[in-house]
């Protein structure tokens, strides 16, 4: 199943940083079935921008069928979602792709930038130990609702909060040890962990990133090369938004 | 009311079907469509081989459309007829197969291979590269497109649409070197070639430089080459280029289509080609048409 294509109202928007907002979405039908890990695709009302825009889900709320979204103003639609409000409509469709195979062993969460919001869903769901590792550029945003579900430890390019330099300069600063690593964030970051991980002989699952047409595996826009030929696709490329977005990192080459 | 139209002696139910290549073979597609409704369902292009396609990124949202360089990325002709087919068949889907090559070998193979199969029409792309000549594709010189045409004709047993390119100074020429060469029918429009640069970073949007433009973007220029094509040649048309509702594709169809294929659109809303079936139905309705073939190439 590729999700379903829904309206959904906007509960609330709120701003966390210079440039991230947080957006709940009414959409029942989503929350119920959505995993760890997964995305949405978002649909701007300007016909100009046809494509929809790719965010992955940060929380969601099966009670109260909630969806929660948080994205960095980056272009046209993003900037357009930012000024939705309690109680406007937005198109929406979802869940789609994979999402996060949980293991039951010692975890490192690491999440870089905008690539943090899905680890708040994955560190609730993991019931094991856990160190929560996040990368910022500057501003932190998101500390609030990791920090219930696990020792949080931070770095930042500028030194202001946490050790200074990246997600891989936390982990060997304090000491973090894990078995497997779920990882969100910029493709050199995930290029480092996933070097970091081979050397440690431990699992990684990474999630990647690429432009999207459909979202639902049609249109081949979203690949990633693969180590092995795909059995889909008959070729060495995986489909992001379909085979993905969460992949071992063994299996993808980037 | 009637909606069916007929290509080559093909009856399709109605004159909706997909671009190629924006719905995949229709599995994805099938949460959202029930395939069976539509006219038919196009398939995206398959080669001889599996072809891997080109480097990421593939795809830059333009103004109004998109652009695309996937680089005919299929799995081959072995898979396609193995998982695919059948599975349309499965769905009541009547099927129209879109074939690529980089040889006149290569597209004769894969027309071959299909024989047999239960297959309503040939889609050919010719806006392939065409290797022995240097890489200009066949449709871009009449004369490697009639030789093309003539090549797959002998070998094919469901009747030729070839889909012409848009990217030449005159497209009646090309599509009078397809009618020359034996076509049972034509598609237009193809991609527009076109280039997008990201400022910030100083490099192309899209990994291969250039890239195929669709969507609504294009629409005016498809409206009139299929208006232009229609007047040039006696074949029956499958008009496509930016149509994003029922609107859109009875213009295509007063152009001179008989068909019309759904691509981009897909994308914005998955459920869209069924909307256009039923927003034609409400059109006919509303005007009194009785039969949707009335209005096919009605202004002159
Ligand atoms: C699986 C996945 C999950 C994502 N999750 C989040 C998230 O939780 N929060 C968040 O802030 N961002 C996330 N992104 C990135 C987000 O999709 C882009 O920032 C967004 O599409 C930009 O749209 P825009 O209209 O504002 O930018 P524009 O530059 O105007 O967009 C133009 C086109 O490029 C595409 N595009 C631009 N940047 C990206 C990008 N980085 N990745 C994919 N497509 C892009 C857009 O979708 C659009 O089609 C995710 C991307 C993917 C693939
Ligand atoms: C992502 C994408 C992939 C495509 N792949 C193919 C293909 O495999 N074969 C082909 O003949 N045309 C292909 N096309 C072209 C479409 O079939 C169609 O001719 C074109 O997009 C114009 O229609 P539209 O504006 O409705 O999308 C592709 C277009 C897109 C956007
Ligand atoms: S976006 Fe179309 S296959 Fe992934």
Redesign the pocket.
């Known amino acids: 199943m590729s999700g379903v294509k829904m309206t959904a109202k906007v509960r609330s928007q709120e701003k966390l940083a210079s440039d991230i907002y947080s957006l709940v979405l009414h959409a029942p039908e989503i929350a119920t079935a959505s995993k760890p890990g997964q995305?949405v695709s978002l649909y701007s009302k300007n016909g100009a921008?046809l494509?929809p825009?790719?965010?992955?889900i940060?929380e969601f709320d099966t009670e109260n069928g909630t969806v929660r979204?948080?994205?960095?103003?980056?272009?046209?639609?993003?900037?357009e979602f930012s000024k939705l409000k309690e109680g406007d409509k937005i198109d929406v469709m979802g869940p789609l792709?994979n999402g996060f195979t949980l293991k039951d062993k010692k975890a490192i969460l690491i999440g870089g930038g905008?690539g943090i919001?899905?680890m708040v869903e994955l560190a609730k769901w993991l019931d094991c130990e856990k160190s929560i590792v996040l990368g910022f550029r500057d501003e932190t945003f998101l500390l609030d609702d990791l920090e219930p579900s696990g020792e949080v430890y931070i770095a930042s390019e500028d030194g202001k909060h946490g050790v200074q330099g990246n997600v891989l300069d936390a982990i060997r600063e304090y000491e973090i040890e894990g078995d497997i690593i779920y990882a969100c964030g910029p493709t050199p970051m995930l290029r480092a962990i996933k070097e970091y991980a081979i050397a440690n002989g431990i699992e990684a699952q990474i999630s990647m990133?690429?432009?999207?047409a459909c979202g639902i595996g049609a249109c081949l826009a979203c690949v990633c090369k693969s180590k092995d030929v795909d059995h889909h696709t008959n070729v060495n490329n995986k489909r992001?938004c379909k085979d993905g977005?969460v992949f071992d990192a063994q299996e993808v080459e980037f | 009311m009637n909606l069916s139209v007929n290509i080559a002696g093909v009856e399709f139910k109605n004159p909706v079907t997909v671009a190629s290549g924006t719905f995949g073979s229709g599995a994805e597609y099938g949460d959202f469509v029930d395939l069976s409704k539509l006219g038919a369902v196009t398939t995206k292009g398959v080669a001889n081989i599996p072809w891997a396609g080109n480097p990421t990124p593939r795809i830059a949202?333009t103004y109004g459309g998109m652009m695309n360089a996937v680089g005919l990325q299929n799995p081959g002709i072995d898979v396609f007829c193995k998982r695919d087919i059948p599975f349309l068949q499965q769905q009541n889907a009547s099927i129209i197969v879109n074939v690529c090559g980089k040889s006149e070998k290569d597209y004769v193979e894969v027309v071959e291979r299909l024989a047999d199969e239960d297959v309503a029409l040939l889609e050919i792309n010719v806006s392939c590269p065409n290797v022995k000549e240097g890489g200009i594709a066949f449709g871009q010189d009449p004369k490697a497109l009639e030789q093309i045409t003539k090549a797959v004709k002998a070998k094919a047993k469901q009747p030729i649409v070839m889909k012409l390119s848009p990217n030449v100074t005159d497209i009646t020429e090309m599509a009078r070197a397809a009618e020359a060469g034996g076509a049972d029918a034509l598609s237009l429009i193809n991609t527009l070639t076109g280039m997008k640069i990201d400022i910030h970073r100083r490099s192309f949007a899209v990994a291969n430089k250039t890239g195929g433009v669709s969507g609504p973007a294009i629409k005016p220029i498809a409206v009139r080459m299929v208006y232009q094509v229609a007047n040039a040649v006696k074949l029956p048309l499958i008009g496509m280029g930016g149509i994003m509702n029922y609107e859109d594709a009875i213009e295509f169809m007063m152009a001179g289509a008989t068909m019309v294929s759904v691509g981009t659109a897909n994308f914005h809303n998955p459920c869209v080609t069924l909307e256009i079936i039923e927003g034609m139905k409400k059109f006919m309705e509303e005007k009194g048409i009785e039969d949707i073939n009335e209005i096919i190439g009605c202004v002159k």
Do not use: A, H, Q
Request: glycine share 10%; with cysteine; proline share 13%.
């Open positions: 995305f921008n494509l825009r790719p965010i992955s940060c979204l948080v994205y960095r103003v980056v272009g046209k639609g993003t900037d792709g905008i919001p899905p990133e690429e432009k999207m992001i977005p | 949202e």
